[in-house]
């Protein structure tokens, strides 16, 4: 462990508020502990940001934007060029980190760094694409079209469960989009904030930028308030509950600022009378059970055809029975610990509901007779429309739902809060363009044959309803990063007005 946090130029204690390569030096505030969930043990420590060098940072940000919103736009992609080659040679040993303090496997917590180098070379190529409209004016010699310029300040406030790839996600895109980032990352992954703040660091040291990255850290809450409240954030991007983004986004809306919000799923898979269960059955356990059911995208609801509900609760708990749990540094783990306790005995809450229902426990949700957060991964015989089906628990439960018709396992599939990730297994078409239709999925994200989890960044990426309705990492999301500007320029001799308007003095 002591040679990883060299290697990623970590110590005991560490800075945790960084105006790019330029950290405070206070050493008044308190510190938060980075606690790896497998053993319980002390990694390192994070130290708070004081409200004065909140300020300090704000003000720091906006001097940087003045002068890095002026830097052509591929000139800013190349920075962030310069990041993702860092971060190719930061693959394992940052992974490695990941895997540390967040819990997920090995194999995830590489993956989780190959998705930031994934959007950083989007956002390369993004940064000579910021395309805008011309239209054609009604109006003689006169030149109509948009163009999209910087933000100014983006505020990323990012959750536990992926440490690393959705800072990525915001910050290369924000980046090209000629915006400064300032990132609060979740208390319980504020290591991986420090590590990754050095790396990009290191990567921009000869380049004569002004800061574009800034980081803060906090585990009162006060400070996130402080941040989300404050009118010189012109973006606040939000990763987290549907609980805790309700407030946010009415308090963003309250100051008529922006926000992006991507908040929990309820994500249900759709096994019907015609699905190749060769696919659908790793896919709802590598869904469902990967990254220890902590991922927004977890497959929680699997919808199935009554005439296939037998086979599929067979084979899944057989496969449940399969899944090595333990160290997450081994490689051949695939299921790590929850987070902290109080995920677990969530876990164990969720099972003891689905009693009360009446419900059935096929397996899993028991408790690991060792040290760190582990718990079994379950599978429960549930009901649709049971309070604690409708709501996210987020860890390894899974509820299989049988279902009589397509439409009606839809209706099912639709009949939640959230609006995040869907999926159908079949090998009929007409099922297939049925769940992708507009009467079908009314998810952000709606896959045939694949999992609910697991999504490339070059689509975009978020959901419907109290998921938040923002979009982050590829396509068109980096419109959310920049304001549109219409312009039309009158190049001829005479004032015609639009819509043919008389004004003759
Ligand atoms: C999240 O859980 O917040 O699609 C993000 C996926 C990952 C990202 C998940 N690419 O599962």
Redesign the pocket.
Known sequence: MKDLLKQLDLTAVNAGTWYGSDHCEDQSTGLIDSINPTTGELIASVRNTSPAEYERVLTMAQESFAAWSKVPAPVRGNAVRLIGNALREHRTTLGALVTLENGKIKSEGIGEVQ?MIDIADFAVGQSRMLYGNTMHSERPQHRMYEQWQPLGLVGTIT?F??PV??WAWNACIAAICGNVNIWKPSPKTALCGVAVQKIVNAALADENLPPVFFLINDDSNELAQTFVDDPRINLLSF?GSCAVGRQVGARVAGRMGRVLL?LGGNNAIIVDEFANLDLAIPAIVFGSVG?AGQ????TRRVLIHKSRFDEVRTALVKAYGQIRIGDPLDGKTLMGPLIDESSVTRVEAACDAVRAHGGEILCGGERLDRPGNFITPAIAVAKNDWNIVQSETFGPILYLIPCNTLDDAIAMQNGVVQGL?SAIFTDNLQNAERFLSSGGSDCGIANVNIGT?????GGA?GGEKETGGGREAGSDAWKAYMRRQTTTINWGKNLPLAQGVNFDL
Do not use: K, L, M, P
């Open positions: 998705e959750a469960n992926f790839a959705v990763t991507e990254t991922r927004c995208t977890t990730s989890s697991g999504a490339e960044i990426f």
